[in-house]
């Protein structure tokens, strides 16, 4: 590995941003194409539900293909698909034809998800290899950080569309970084069959270890899927807000990502891993705990329902990284499939959370921030799980060693 040039880390920030901005970018739209196409609230968050989908089945292919043939051709691969699709949903006549667009969108915008981390454990040894997932993840965030606050005053200046003219054009324009600049980092491939790009998934499913922590890492970011279908209905409809005020409120939770990504730079090199994926599922308990207080003891505002996200969202950039580490450094032989894999869970548990998100919108605030109470407190029992099962697996060790 350490003969392999190392890829700029704002390039695979890049990269890894490109799915979660057509996520981000495009949300403050959802009551705008509702509205344009005349069709109901639920209807509309397919477009979002469907992206989430095909992001999580997309990864599923480009991990063991890149196994196979290289990372440096399935991301370009990959990006020319996701501008292809991103004109296709500008020129979209009809709903069904955007779902569609949008579904193929997400199949070339996860290519840099999967190979952010991919290069990553490539060229880092397992030491390295946390730190600098999470630069990778605090950078790639700042864009999306920004993208609601910009989707909005677009959708409501120029309209919805022109939001799709601007994620194809940047995907072209990392798609020419990408050319002159991602070199090829897997030498050692694996053979290109049918069985090979099969075969290798259930091997990680079988992996105890490997499937606890690539959970944990997929509901880390969950609660963050629900109140992204949940949050532009409660601020356009239920507080009469503009899009645009949505999409600045809406910075808050990337904000405190990036902040709790900052804080587990410092701290993943010198504290165990999985005491501090506990600390950040605790911070995020107790930031959907005062959210939860906040809306349903005093009349529902902005503030009440935005702010906390800077606690939620700081634990979960505190947390991801320790949780991804742990997962990949398992299959140190099937990167990609790995990476595809915590990519695919992590993806179908946020169409899941965006699907509840969007079931219990109709009910109110209260209902929303009891949802994603739910989805995180399962991942903090999930977490003390692993940690027994880690102590376990020491007591094992130790036994057969004085034996």
Same mark, same amino acid.
């Given at each position: 590995?350490?003969?392999?040039?190392?890829?700029?880390?704002?390039?695979?920030?890049?990269?890894?941003?490109?799915?979660?901005?057509?996520?981000?970018?495009?949300?403050?739209?959802?009551?705008?194409?509702?509205?344009?196409?005349?069709?109901?609230?639920?209807?509309?968050?397919?477009?979002?539900?469907?992206?989430?989908?095909?992001?999580?089945?997309?990864?599923?292919?480009?991990?063991?293909?890149?196994?196979?043939?290289?990372?440096?051709?399935?991301?370009?691969?990959?990006?020319?698909?996701?501008?292809?699709?991103?004109?296709?949903?500008?020129?979209?006549?009809?709903?069904?034809?955007?779902?569609?667009?949008?579904?193929?969108?997400?199949?070339?915008?996860?290519?840099?998800?999967?190979?952010?981390?991919?290069? #990553?454990?490539?060229?880092?040894?397992?030491?390295?290899?946390?730190?600098?997932?999470?630069?990778?993840?605090?950078?790639?965030?700042?864009?999306?950080?920004?993208?609601?606050?910009?989707?909005?005053?677009?959708?409501?200046? #120029?309209?919805?569309?022109?939001?799709?003219?601007?994620?194809?054009?940047?995907?072209?324009?990392?798609?020419?970084?990408?050319?002159?600049?991602?070199?090829?980092?897997?030498?050692?491939?694996?053979?290109?069959?049918?069985?090979?790009?099969?075969?290798?998934?259930?091997?990680?499913?079988?992996?105890?270890?490997?499937?606890?922590?690539?959970?944990?890492?997929?509901?880390?970011?969950?609660?963050?899927?629900?109140?992204?279908?949940?949050?532009?209905?409660?601020?356009?409809?239920?507080?009469?807000?503009?899009?645009?005020?949505?999409?600045?409120?809406?910075?808050?939770?990337?904000?405190?990502?990036?902040?709790?990504?900052?804080?587990?730079?410092?701290?993943?090199?010198?504290?165990?891993?999985?005491?501090?994926?506990?600390?950040?599922?605790?911070?995020?308990?107790?930031?959907?705990?005062?959210?939860?207080?906040?809306?349903?003891?005093?009349?529902?505002?902005?503030?009440?329902?935005?702010?906390?996200?800077?606690?939620?969202?700081?634990?979960?950039?505190?947390?991801?990284?320790?949780?991804?580490?742990?997962?990949?450094?398992?299959?140190?032989? #099937?990167?990609?499939?790995?990476?595809?894999?915590?990519?695919?869970?992590?993806?179908?548990?946020?169409? #899941?959370?965006?699907?509840?998100?969007?079931?219990?919108?109709?009910?109110?605030?209260?209902?929303?921030?009891?949802?994603?109470?739910?989805?995180?407190?399962?991942?903090?029992?999930?977490?003390?799980?692993?940690?027994?099962?880690?102590?376990?697996?020491?007591?094992?060790?130790?036994?057969?060693?004085?034996?």
């Amino acid at each position: 590995m350490g003969t392999i040039r190392p890829p700029s880390l704002f390039l695979l920030a890049g990269m890894a941003a490109l799915g979660p901005l057509a996520l981000n970018f495009y949300v403050p739209a959802l009551p705008a194409v509702a509205a344009q196409f005349a069709v109901t609230p639920s209807a509309a968050q397919w477009t979002l539900t469907l992206y989430f989908i095909g992001i999580s089945f997309g990864q599923i292919i480009h991990g063991p293909l890149s196994d196979a043939i290289g990372r440096r051709p399935v991301v370009l691969g990959g990006l020319a698909l996701y501008a292809l699709a991103s004109f296709a949903c500008y020129f979209a006549a009809t709903l069904d034809l955007l779902l569609v667009a949008r579904f193929i969108q997400a199949l070339g915008g996860c290519v840099g998800m999967v190979m952010s981390r991919a290069v #990553l454990q490539d060229v880092f040894q397992r030491e390295r290899f946390a730190a600098a997932l999470s630069t990778v993840v605090m950078v790639s965030a700042v864009a999306p950080m920004f993208a609601p606050a910009v989707g909005g005053f677009i959708t409501e200046w #120029l309209g919805w569309r022109i939001v799709f003219l601007l994620l194809g054009g940047g995907a072209l324009v990392l798609f020419g970084a990408c050319l002159q600049a991602l070199p090829e980092t897997h030498l050692n491939r694996n053979p290109l069959t049918l069985i090979s790009l099969v075969s290798a998934y259930p091997v990680a499913m079988r992996h105890r270890g490997f499937m606890l922590n690539a959970v944990a890492a997929a509901l880390f970011p969950a609660t963050n899927f629900t109140i992204m279908a949940a949050g532009p209905f409660l601020v356009v409809d239920v507080l009469k807000a503009t899009p645009s005020t949505y999409g600045a409120m809406a910075m808050t939770a990337p904000l405190g990502f990036i902040l709790g990504n900052a804080v587990a730079r410092r701290l993943l090199l010198r504290v165990d891993h999985r005491r501090l994926m506990l600390v950040a599922a605790g911070v995020s308990l107790a930031g959907l705990s005062l959210q939860l207080a906040l809306v349903a003891l005093v009349p529902l505002t902005l503030a009440g329902l935005f702010l906390p996200l800077l606690v939620v969202a700081f634990g979960h950039g505190l947390g991801l990284a320790c949780a991804t580490g742990l997962a990949m450094a398992q299959l140190p032989d #099937l990167r990609g499939t790995a990476s595809a894999s915590i990519g695919f869970l992590q993806m179908g548990i946020g169409a #899941l959370a965006s699907t509840a998100g969007s079931m219990v919108v109709p009910h109110g605030a209260v209902a929303t921030v009891l949802a994603m109470l739910a989805i995180q407190g399962f991942d903090f029992v999930l977490l003390i799980l692993g940690r027994h099962l880690d102590h376990g697996a020491r007591g094992e060790i130790h036994s057969k060693d004085n034996e």
